[in-house]
């Protein structure tokens, strides 16, 4: 009889956990149950001298980050953009680990190379984005935005005649950006990208959070001939407003700007046909990145961007050597990514949307938008309890009110801290607070395909 194999004992024992992790999700307590010193009293063992078996160094792992793992990967999660796992594309993620590819290049992970070129086409289509567009598989939101902005400072640069792959920008002109409800990974793009949040406005809304034709016009006739990009909305964090593209995007157009679209989570709408109108007009724009590991439901590790410019995207990445082997007819990775050494992220996503199909994408859609609608109307509704933001499609906000006679606007922000706090505490479901127009709001968010109306009904009770 054939030895076990060298990966045998420790695979079991990872999967006997995991599937014990996965299987109790709807029991056990959704919000860590561990101190941070006991984290580190169990983890920060001395570095060993010799080496462990295996399947020994697995299961302490197991054992010891116990009480330290949130409930994300199940239905009762409703805090941040957070999805859970489908079973394929976890699968298929156990797979990329195995196989072990470096998704550089063709030439050295062929079958991953085609799988992104084949699930970027469907991204494509479920997202109704120009079927010309190039794309990225990246490892969030935030390398999206920073591969579409290059892609942005390269084309503006290029107009100008900088060549800023060549000469950086010291020297270059500046680039302004004007952002409708930025998001905090925007900040951090134009960071490293040099372009400075010095050189940042972020434009006014209005009572629906919204950037108006008439703000946006203003703003890049301020600066007329400078080089601009426009990041517009799709989902915001807090209420899941849209931009109106059809009005915002012709006005951006015409002073010759960039149009990126922040798509992190509310991107996905275009795949819902009941949700579909919240962004007709944004195949207009230059650029869009969102997640798969919000709505698609993918481990995390997953993020698209997709440049409605090739020549733009691929002059901003791409890189050649000797030494490297290209192929004329298939699709190399390394011209896209911003990275050189990568996992193989295409198989999870492949696998998320050949589980699902079409059909099934929007029904995830849908599903979650109905659950976050109960939840935010269930609980506002509570006594005590105000609706902040109602849910367009899968974000709302809920206010809880200090009940004691002449409590102020602080009280009633302590109040909702501490009322997200005891249910927190209690275990039934996960939610975070945040800051919405100088008030503390409980922020409701859902995004897993696992959340059932027995998970709302549970987290409802709890409050």
């Not at 409703?78 to 550089?104: K, R």
């Amino acid at each position: 009889m054939d030895s076990p194999s060298a990966f045998q004992a420790a695979l079991q024992a990872a999967f006997q956990s995991a599937l014990g992790h996965l299987e109790s999700l709807r029991d056990r307590p959704v919000a860590a149950t561990v101190s941070l010193s006991e984290l580190r009293a169990k983890l920060a063992k001395p570095l060993n001298d010799h080496g462990l078996a295996p399947e020994e160094v697995v299961r302490d792992l197991v054992d010891d980050t116990q009480g330290g793992l949130l409930g994300s990967a199940g239905g009762r999660f409703f805090a941040w953009a957070i999805g859970g796992s489908l079973p394929a594309a976890l699968a298929a993620d156990w797979l990329t680990a195995a196989w072990d590819q470096n998704a550089a290049l063709f030439a050295c992970a062929p079958s991953a190379a085609v799988v992104e070129e084949v699930t970027g086409a469907w991204l494509k289509d479920l997202l109704a984005i120009p079927a010309s567009a190039s794309f990225a598989f990246v490892s969030g939101c935030q390398m999206a935005h920073t591969t579409c902005l290059a892609a942005a400072r390269h084309a503006l640069l290029q107009e100008r005649g900088w060549d800023v792959e060549r000469n950086g920008l010291c020297g270059a002109p500046p680039i302004r950006v004007l952002a409708s409800n930025r998001h905090g990974s925007i900040e951090r793009t134009i960071r490293l990208l040099g372009i400075g949040e010095g050189n940042v406005c972020d434009l006014a809304v209005d009572d629906r959070e919204q950037t108006t034709p008439a703000v946006l016009e203003a703003a890049l006739a301020s600066a007329p001939g400078a080089a601009t990009i426009v990041v517009l909305q799709a989902g915001d964090l807090n209420s899941g407003s849209f931009d109106n593209y059809h009005a915002l995007i012709p006005i951006a157009r015409r002073h010759r700007a960039w149009v990126h679209v922040d798509g992190a989570f509310g991107l996905w709408a275009g795949a819902s046909p009941r949700y579909r109108h919240l962004v007709e007009g944004v195949e207009l724009a230059d650029s869009w990145a969102t997640d798969g590991h919000k709505w698609l439901n993918v481990p995390y590790d997953s993020g698209y961007a997709f440049v409605a410019r090739p020549e733009a995207h691929r002059a901003a990445m791409s890189h050649r050597a000797p030494y490297l082997v290209h192929d004329q007819d298939a699709r190399d990775q390394i011209d896209w990514n911003p990275e050189w050494s990568r996992r193989a992220r295409g198989f999870a996503t492949y696998a998320a949307i050949r589980q699902l199909g079409r059909i099934g994408v929007a029904d995830l859609i849908d599903r979650c938008c109905e659950h976050a609608r109960t939840l935010v109307e269930g609980i506002g509704h509570l006594d005590g309890a105000e609706v902040l933001w109602r849910s367009q499609i899968n974000q709302g906000l809920v206010r809880f009110r200090d009940p004691r006679l002449g409590a102020g606007e602080e009280d009633h922000d302590r109040f909702t801290d501490a009322a997200i706090a005891r249910v927190l505490e209690g275990g039934e479901a996960f939610f975070a607070g945040t800051n919405w127009h100088g008030r503390r709001a409980m922020r409701v968010s859902v995004l897993n395909w696992q959340t059932s109306p027995a998970d709302v009904a549970r987290a409802i009770a709890a409050f």
